[in-house]
């Protein structure tokens, strides 16, 4: 492992969060495309597929910032293990409608109610944040690794959940999503040591973590960038498809992943001075302008090498939105306004993929990528409008953290003269 990456790891209980993260984040990529496949196998309806898959993620993108304001108050020990068991409850419910044949009403109030899933992501870039608080080195580098475990988690979670329910019982991929999901939730929280110190009292003051004039432009940025993404997915399904080759949909997307997860690993590695927000705004427009090659892509070989270059943007601007997401929300808020970011992707994809499948029904699967440029161009716009907000310093982000240096806190937030934290 190179040495930036090795160093992250050098402070105690790194290492086994970041893995409890990762199996825990698995039902992200596994859930929703579980859902789809084993409704389309049971019932043989794409539209009540699709219809349960838009709940699930304007379920989540409700109730995901709601259940991180509640660990920034309580900590995420007492409040994840309840929300994950309601989750998994009504995971139970919604296999066992399908299996019994239930209305379909059933079906999507249980799809619904899986959507207070924690969003794991949050909880580990928080704990990365608490350890290397003040190094921005080493938390620049915390969060390039913390996108590549994403990334794998993408490539490697849909074609799990696919295999498992196509080749084992239709069930089978939501099952192991939830597995994961228990398996994640319930070993990180059994890390006390790493846990960011909860904020009770002061983490209720000033409302939701989203009135941050910063927060804003990224959150909304992050809706057309989740239409990107929503897009691309349904549109290369219907691209390859048309050239008589749909089950290397998952392999196009796979290596669409890969060149985000690779540029993730280098970045992490660079020793950035720049500022933040330039940088961001840079991939911003990064990202949008890879997206014009797709539409001069006639095959699945060319396809595969432009989202390849596509993909190379991707991860250093997740990187760089987590920097600005805790440079502008105060600690005491910082894991929801974590998961804001998130929910601006739930509803971007919702919206990206409704359009695109529209756009495919009434002109064909090239036409579909039409979708993704202009997602791609209201990037941008919201990023050249709203850049002078991220620019600004956080109103009272320095009070407050003055206030809660004061205060005593102690634990693994502390740090001493050389960046390590106190055990």
């Known amino acids: 492992m190179p040495s930036p990456y090795r160093a992250i790891f050098a402070a105690p209980g790194t290492a086994r969060f970041s893995v409890a993260g990762f199996f825990g984040r698995m ?48 900590g995420q020990r007492r409040v994840l293990r309840p929300v994950t068991l309601v989750s998994l409850v009504a995971a139970a419910g919604l296999l066992l409608c399908v299996q019994q ?27 990365w944040a608490e350890i290397y608080r003040g190094d921005e080195r080493r938390l620049h580098t915390a969060y390039s690794w ?31 999503a939830g597995v994961f999901l228990t398996v994640g939730v319930f070993w990180l929280t059994a890390q006390r040591a790493t846990e960011p110190v909860p904020h009770p009292h002061r983490g209720g003051k000033g409302g939701s973590a989203l009135r941050s004039p910063g927060l804003q432009v990224l959150a909304l940025a992050f809706v057309a960038t989740g239409a990107i993404f929503g897009s691309i997915d ?42 933040p927000s330039r940088r961001w705004l840079l991939g911003i427009c990064a990202m949008a302008v890879s997206m014009i090659p797709l539409l001069l892509a006639g095959n699945l070989p060319l396809l595969a090498v432009a989202l390849f270059v596509a993909g190379l943007s991707i991860a250093p601007t997740m990187v760089t939105t987590m920097a600005l997401v805790e440079a502008h929300v105060p600690r005491t808020k910082l894991t929801e306004g974590m998961t804001w970011t998130g929910t601006g992707l739930a509803i971007g994809v919702a919206l990206g993929s409704s359009a695109a499948g529209w756009v495919v029904d009434a002109s064909g699967a090239e036409a579909g990528y039409v979708v993704p440029v202009v997602s791609g161009a209201v990037a941008v716009a919201v990023g050249v409008l709203g850049h002078r907000r991220l620019r600004r310093p956080a109103p009272n982000r320095e009070g407050q953290r003055e206030h809660d240096d004061s205060s005593g806190d102690s634990g693994v937030g502390q740090q001493q003269d050389d960046g390590q934290p106190v055990a």
């Open 146 to 176: 913390e996108s590549i475990v994403d990334e794998v988690c993408f490539i490697f979670g849909p074609i799990l959940s696919i295999g498992l329910s196509t080749t084992w019982f239709p069930e089978a991929g939501p099952l192991f």
């Open 27 to 74: 039902p992200l990529s596994m859930m929703g495309i579980g859902i789809v496949t084993m409704i389309s196998q049971v019932t043989g309806r794409y539209g009540l597929a699709g219809a349960l898959s838009a709940t699930l993620a304007a379920s989540a993108a409700v109730l995901g910032p709601l259940v991180s304001r509640l660990v920034d108050r309580h």
């Open 234 to 275: 349904v549109v290369t399904v219907a691209f390859a498809e048309e050239q008589g080759h749909k089950a290397a949909a998952s392999l196009v997307l796979a290596v669409y992943a890969l060149g985000s997860g690779l540029a993730g690993a280098v970045f992490g590695l660079l020793h950035l001075k720049s500022e």
């Open 101 to 127: 044949q239930a209305p379909d009403w059933t079906l999507f109030v249980f799809t619904a109610v899986i959507g207070c899933v924690p969003s794991v992501g949050a909880m580990t870039r928080a704990r």
